[in-house]
């Protein structure tokens, strides 16, 4: 579906355009255009790579979709993978977005996502100084949305690792909050992969051998990089963080199992005590000479019940009841 497809001038908006016009325009000095899709079909694709010379191999990564974040240079055009993430219900939703570069024309291709632009492009209308600066621009500030957008990601990991992190000396929590952790892993690792290699990619915008059609906003994809470079250190040490808050979630599994089998054994302490002098009693031969006494019933339990009693007080003081 076309979202928009306008012309600007000299960091202008000229007009919204219809499609058949699009080569029209491209023949004016001074002149790009830039046009949206939304989950195009084969046939808008294949107009968009008539209109704009498009390379067929970038042409079938943006149709086929599940592209690693990447650039990549097809003579003097730009193809760049960027993901996007949507968070529902606490869980992350993968989409994508790819943007084709020339000299005079930007084409970004949404799918799978429900973040759209049109605040990318009231922005760069609002700044004509910088917009006069072309293509180059564009690309810059819709890479710039998208980098953006990972922040509230990152500071939703670093909250949700928090609240597990209060959690962890919780008595019986050890088993519900090593399944959060690891489901909390499985976010960062999704969107690291979506961040380390845009940062590889980004790296080859400014200083160097730049594409001619980056070359005036080398200053501005550094920025980028930085953000991008914040982003990946900050997904690190959360990382760091879960291994650490999963080997102490162990630890506490350990210990509430240590515990547990210290009660055991002095509950089974107690009770040999008892099973021993029952059994000592309970013997059956004829020369015992308390089998004949009149008080032995009730003086054998009383001896029995003052050692389980003496036993678990010493248990008691010792910590294991």
């Known amino acids: 579906m076309l979202i928009n497809c306008v012309a600007y001038q000299e960091g202008r908006k000229l007009a919204d355009i219809r499609v058949e016009q699009i080569s029209e325009q491209l023949r004016r000095p001074g002149t790009f255009v830039w046009v949206a899709l939304l989950e195009p079909s084969d046939a808008e694709l294949a107009t968009m790579q008539q209109e704009f010379g498009l390379h067929d191999l970038a042409v079938e990564d943006a149709r086929h979709g599940h592209q690693r974040p990447k650039i990549?240079?097809?003579g003097d055009t730009i193809f760049c993978v960027m993901h996007l993430f949507d968070m529902k219900q606490g869980e992350l939703s993968l989409g994508e977005v790819a943007v084709f570069v020339g000299p005079n024309f930007v084409?970004?291709?949404r799918k799978s996502s429900a973040q759209g632009f049109l605040g990318v492009r009231e922005r760069?209308?609002?700044e004509p100084e910088l917009l006069r600066q072309g293509s180059g621009f564009v690309f810059y500030a819709l890479m710039d949305a998208v980098v953006d957008r990972y922040f509230p990601l990152v500071d939703n990991l670093e909250t949700e690792l928090e609240t597990i992190?209060?959690?962890?000396f919780e008595?019986?929590?050890a088993r519900a909050n090593i399944q959060r952790l690891y489901a909390l892993k499985t976010k960062v690792t999704e969107l690291r992969h979506a961040v380390a290699p845009?940062?590889?990619a980004v790296s080859k915008l400014h200083g160097g051998r730049v594409p001619q059609v980056c070359m005036k906003s080398q200053e501005y994809f550094r920025d980028v990089y930085d953000h991008l470079a914040r982003i990946n250190a900050a997904l690190d040490a959360i990382r760091d963080t879960i291994g650490t808050a999963i080997q102490v979630n162990l630890s506490m599994v350990?210990?509430?199992e240590s515990e547990t089998n210290k009660r055991l054994a002095a509950w089974a302490g107690i009770f040999a005590v008892a099973t021993a002098l029952a059994g000592i009693w309970g013997m059956n031969?004829?020369?015992?000479?308390e089998l004949k006494w009149r008080y032995g019933y009730p003086a054998a339990l009383g001896v029995i019940a003052l050692c389980c009693v003496l036993l678990y007080r010493r248990f008691r003081r010792a910590g294991w009841l």
């Open 72 to 74: 990549e240079e097809y």
């Open 107 to 109: 084409l970004s291709v």
């Open 124 to 126: 760069a209308e609002r």
């Open 165 to 168: 992190e209060g959690q962890i």
């Open 171 to 173: 008595r019986g929590a």
């Open 198 to 200: 845009l940062m590889e």
């Open 254 to 256: 350990t210990i509430e």
């Open 285 to 289: 031969f004829d020369l015992m000479p």
